[in-house]
């Protein structure tokens, strides 16, 4: 069964850095890009960020461009988002998923129940 | 940006009825739409994919349809534990999601 599971949301006061985690269990880890989306109160889904099968290539939306980073460590089966200088607009709920290409053409087809972070004083 | 548009927001329906989900994207995705289905405190479940393809291991009584720009998510019998928030999501240029659908029973 695949299975995503993030960690590491809390409160964080603005302009701290917070890291989330989201280990993956139940496929092969590296044979899959992974993404970060997050849910703000009241607000749509939004995609955050795309990482390649290897770690080679990294996509951002714009508002979090230079103060977020995805990573990956296939040997751990982990996904990682690091958050800095972060603003009381990235409250929100973030979920890791599962990007699938092929025959599915880039459907995140598999995601984590989510970690919730909250920015504020 | 590709904006995505769901409608209604709120749908209340009794068991065994014929539910109708709508999905309008702001510009042609072709035929690249994704429904989900969450329930409170779960992971969202992908339902359909490729407007029209049914996920292994979800029930038939859900179908999708369209293209282009105008999408639906039919549940042809509602059940009780269909009570969930349904969005969307295109795929055809990077991702972008609908506002959800809360579908409750009456």
């Known amino acids: 069964e695949v299975q995503l599971v993030e960690s590491g949301g809390g409160l964080v006061q603005p302009g701290r850095s917070m890291k989330l985690s989201c280990a993956a269990s139940?496929?092969?880890?590296?044979?899959?890009?992974m993404a970060w989306v997050c849910q703000a109160p009241k607000k749509d889904l939004e995609w955050v960020a795309t990482i390649s099968y290897d770690g080679s290539s990294t996509y951002y939306r714009d508002s979090v461009k230079g103060r977020f980073t995805i990573s990956r460590d296939n040997a751990k089966s982990t996904l990682y988002l690091q958050m800095d200088s972060l603003r009381s607009e990235d409250t929100a709920t973030y979920y890791c998923?599962?990007?699938?290409?092929?025959?599915?053409?880039?459907?995140?087809?598999?995601w984590g129940q989510g970690a919730s972070v909250t920015v504020s004083s | 940006d590709i904006q995505m548009t769901q409608s209604p927001s709120f749908l209340s329906a009794s068991v065994g009825d014929r539910v109708t989900l709508s999905c309008k994207a702001s510009q042609n995705i072709n035929k690249y739409l994704a429904w989900y289905q969450q329930k409170l405190g779960e992971a969202p479940k992908l339902l359909i994919y490729?407007?029209?393809s049914l996920q292994t291991g979800i029930p038939s009584r859900f179908s999708g349809s369209g293209s282009g720009t105008d999408f639906t998510l039919t549940i042809s019998s509602l059940q009780p534990e269909d009570v969930a928030t349904y969005f969307c999501l295109q795929h055809n240029s990077w991702w972008t999601f609908g506002g959800g659908t809360k579908l409750e029973l009456k």
């Open positions: 139940g496929f092969t880890f590296n044979n899959y890009d």
């Open positions: 998923a599962r990007v699938n290409y092929g025959a599915y053409r880039g459907v995140m087809d598999a």
């Open positions: 490729n407007a029209n």
